[in-house]
């Protein structure tokens, strides 16, 4: 079987820490092109993998027509350079959030179907371990209704992951457009959704700026959501977790409560109302300190070469960005939104 041909648009953090070295160590992947606005770092992994760098990603599509492209963009870039990379014939993976409007997302949904290939969007965290064996002990019954969550990603901010620090897109509004609930908030409601095979029917929220300073991105944001099955619970996204990171998940569910990344040995924690307490290692979850391999490179490529829809779509994408929406919606007219 032939190598499936990828171009990397954008070689900042996300490229260098998930996406690179993951299509690496794919033995089906051959990397073709790298793009950035600053030469430099696509010249970099270029010349690495005897490939070609470009500033322009219409062009690198042009000349190399790759067969896939991940788009590792600033998130304004992301409808953009995932409609011209559909439109070229290339299947697109991109990182979350897929976009910045609801309209944006279902044009990339449209773009893609219209080519004839697949579009899928980066959330991974439907594919930690911990996460995974969540969903299928809730899949047992054992637990049975999920009557409230709690689910929470916070870290100290992007100046510590990022390629550029403070300096980076991530805090200019123009580029990012939204803060922690775009890098973090809708990886929250896209496991949520997920784990309780559940729809967000409504949303209150309060998303603010309460400590980056110079910057108009939200830094926090804690939102209430209302599921079609009637579960309540919250979501919370930050990036002032300063000492201590969280990405967890508590489900109190009618015959017990499912604790999920609250431990570091035991990474799900299942205490039924019989007074019996289960407790799974299953591996830790990626952080940005430590990283583990995402799963989602593996999870696209497999898609691509197997002919298989992803099940992590544009139009789950769209989902889970249009719960983010409407908390900057509820935030911005003080009322409950309706999806």
Request: hydrophobic share 40%; net charge negative; aromatic share 6%.
């Given at each position: 079987?032939?190598?499936l041909?990828?171009?990397?648009?954008?070689?900042?953090?996300?490229?260098?820490?998930?996406?690179?070295?993951?299509?690496?160590?794919?033995?089906?992947?051959?990397?073709?092109?790298?793009?950035?606005?600053?030469?430099?770092?696509?010249?970099?992994?270029?010349?690495?993998?005897?490939?070609?760098?470009?500033?322009?990603?219409?062009?690198?599509?042009?000349?190399?027509?790759?067969?896939?492209?991940?788009?590792?963009?600033?998130?304004?870039?992301?409808?953009?350079?995932?409609?011209?990379?559909?439109?070229?014939?290339?299947?697109?993976?991109?990182?979350?959030?897929?976009?910045?409007?609801?309209?944006?997302?279902?044009?990339?949904i449209?773009?893609?179907?219209?080519?004839?290939?697949?579009?899928?969007?980066?959330?991974?965290?439907?594919?930690?371990?911990?996460?995974?064996?969540a969903?299928?002990?809730?899949q047992?019954?054992?637990?049975?209704k999920?009557?409230?969550?709690?689910?929470?990603?916070?870290?100290?901010?992007?100046?510590?992951?990022?390629?550029?620090?403070?300096?980076?897109?991530?805090?200019?509004?123009?580029?990012?457009?939204?803060?922690?609930?775009?890098?973090?908030?809708?990886?929250?409601?896209?496991?949520?959704?997920?784990?309780?095979?559940?729809?967000?029917?409504?949303?209150?929220?309060?998303?603010?700026?309460?400590?980056?300073?110079?910057t108009?991105?939200?830094?926090?944001?804690?939102?209430?959501?209302?599921?079609?099955?009637?579960?309540?619970?919250?979501?919370?996204?930050?990036?002032?977790?300063?000492?201590?990171?969280?990405?967890?998940?508590?489900?109190?569910?009618?015959?017990?409560?499912?604790?999920?990344?609250?431990?570091?040995?035991?990474?799900?924690?299942?205490?039924?109302?019989?007074?019996?307490?289960?407790?799974?290692?299953?591996?830790?979850m990626?952080?940005?300190?430590?990283?583990?391999?995402s799963?989602?490179?593996?999870?696209?490529?497999?898609?691509?070469?197997?002919?298989?829809?992803?099940?992590i779509?544009?139009?789950?994408?769209?989902?889970?960005?249009?719960?983010?929406?409407?908390?900057?919606?509820?935030?911005?007219?003080?009322?409950?939104?309706?999806?």
């Open positions: 079987m032939s190598k041909r990828v171009a990397v648009v954008g070689c900042g953090a996300i490229s260098i820490r998930r996406h690179i070295p993951e299509y690496e160590a794919n033995p089906n992947v051959e990397l073709v092109a790298f793009v950035d606005i600053i030469k430099e770092r696509a010249d970099k992994y270029a010349e690495k993998h005897g490939a070609k760098s470009f500033t322009d990603y219409n062009e690198m599509l042009k000349e190399i027509k790759p067969d896939a492209v991940s788009v590792c963009t600033p998130n304004v870039l992301h409808a953009p350079v995932s409609i011209a990379a559909a439109n070229a014939g290339a299947h697109v993976l991109v990182e979350k959030p897929m976009a910045v409007t609801e309209a944006e997302g279902l044009a990339m449209d773009a893609a179907h219209k080519n004839g290939v697949y579009l899928m969007v980066g959330h991974n965290q439907r594919l930690m371990p911990p996460h995974m064996k969903k299928e002990i809730l047992t019954g054992k637990l049975g999920v009557l409230t969550f709690r689910t929470s990603f916070g870290h100290p901010g992007p100046e510590g992951w990022s390629v550029d620090g403070r300096e980076s897109w991530f805090f200019r509004k123009e580029e990012a457009i939204m803060g922690a609930m775009g890098d973090l908030g809708v990886h929250k409601s896209d496991l949520i959704r997920w784990l309780l095979e559940d729809e967000v029917v409504d949303v209150a929220a309060f998303v603010n700026t309460l400590h980056k300073e110079g108009d991105v939200d830094d926090n944001a804690t939102c209430v959501l209302r599921m079609k099955s009637g579960t309540i619970g919250t979501l919370v996204a930050s990036w002032t977790y300063y000492k201590g990171g969280d990405n967890s998940t508590i489900l109190w569910c009618e015959n017990g409560v499912m604790k999920i990344g609250t431990d570091s040995d035991d990474q799900v924690i299942v205490e039924l109302r019989n007074g019996s307490v289960e407790k799974y290692k299953v591996g830790a990626a952080t940005n300190e430590k990283q583990t391999t799963g989602v490179i593996d999870e696209f490529v497999r898609c691509v070469t197997t002919n298989t829809p992803p099940s779509s544009g139009e789950e994408g769209l989902k889970s960005l249009n719960v983010i929406l409407a908390a900057f919606a509820s935030q911005d007219t003080k009322q409950v939104i309706s999806l």
